[in-house]
């Protein structure tokens, strides 16, 4: 069945990043009783929740295998695709990819923004919207490698130079 993960599985939850599934809960919410994958992100070591009912609807999926990570690091490479002028609409755009959970398209709005950040500078809210794309994406490359934090960011850096 599409959608069951198990203990040890390493997934990804679109808008947070990749993670560990440590346990399986069964909370009760407003006397509901509704089970839980428990998941344990390597940045920051957070515990999130996410309900086991709804990880299709989520867009919860497994990670990228160490293959694809090739493909992932091209795309930051890549040369900046078109963005809408708009700040208003660019913001939108990048909202959009960034919660399809899609490595290639979180890696495509760090790359966007890190090349319009050299060339003109980011807003405040912009520079969030990077900031935190690039922790989803790092999250994922740490568990798809096996390094470190460090190092991943490091090699982003040296990328994205």
Not at 6 to 21: C, F, L
Request: glycine content about 6%; hydrophobic content about 40%; proline content about 3%.
């Amino acid at each position: 069945m599409p959608g069951m993960y198990e203990i040890g599985d390493k997934v990804v939850y679109p808008m947070h990043g990749a993670g560990i599934i440590e346990a399986i809960e069964e909370q009760e919410i407003l006397g509901e009783t509704r089970r839980y994958y428990v998941m344990r992100m390597p940045l920051g070591d957070m515990k999130v929740m996410v309900p086991m009912d709804n990880v299709e609807e989520l867009g919860v999926r497994q990670i990228v295998s160490a293959e694809e990570v090739e493909s992932v690091l091209d795309v930051l490479r890549g040369e900046r695709s078109k963005m809408p002028q708009n700040w208003n609409r660019r913001y939108r755009a990048n909202l959009e990819k960034i919660k399809t959970g899609d490595i290639y398209e979180v890696a495509e709005v760090v790359r966007n923004l890190s090349i319009r950040d050299r060339e003109k500078g980011l807003s405040t809210g912009e520079r969030k919207m990077l900031d935190s794309a690039k922790q989803i994406l790092v999250s994922e490359l740490v568990l798809s490698q096996d390094s470190t934090q460090d190092e991943v960011e490091a090699m982003l850096e040296e990328l994205l130079e």
